[in-house]
Nanobody, 121 residues
């Protein structure tokens, strides 16, 4: 499975962005698909995940602001981010879940290159 995240950019605080994660090689519906982020000098942290059934689970810090969705026909998962804050500035990654705790990066088998999101104050 190859994953490619896109849609990052520069946005003002309070603004919105939608990130996309396109999958190839195997349909993403075969996997639970997660999003992580990594800010400069910090560890990679869990943002949220969407299961094959469409169920979602999010980190506490993004609840109510971010939403994950998917389009099976396009083999793409999205991360809609609203109410962005400067502390949301990070490289965002999508990943295909393998096994283990959802919030652990080590639980994911496939990763795409990240896309940078910068939120200005």
């Amino acid at each position: 499975v190859q994953l490619q995240a896109s849609g990052g950019g520069l946005v003002q605080a309070g603004g919105s962005l939608r990130l996309s994660c396109a999958a190839s090689g195997r349909t993403f519906s075969s996997y639970d698909m997660g999003w992580f982020r990594q800010a400069p000098g910090k560890e990679r942290e869990f943002v949220g995940i969407m299961g094959g059934s469409g169920s979602t689970y999010y980190a506490d810090f993004v609840k109510g602001r971010f939403a994950i969705s998917g389009d099976n026909a396009k083999n793409t998962v999205y991360l809609q981010m609203n109410g962005l804050k400067p502390e949301d500035t990070a490289v965002y990654y999508c990943a295909a879940y393998s096994s283990g705790v959802y919030a652990y990066a080590s639980s994911y088998r496939y990763w795409g290159p990240g896309t940078l999101v910068t939120v200005s104050s």
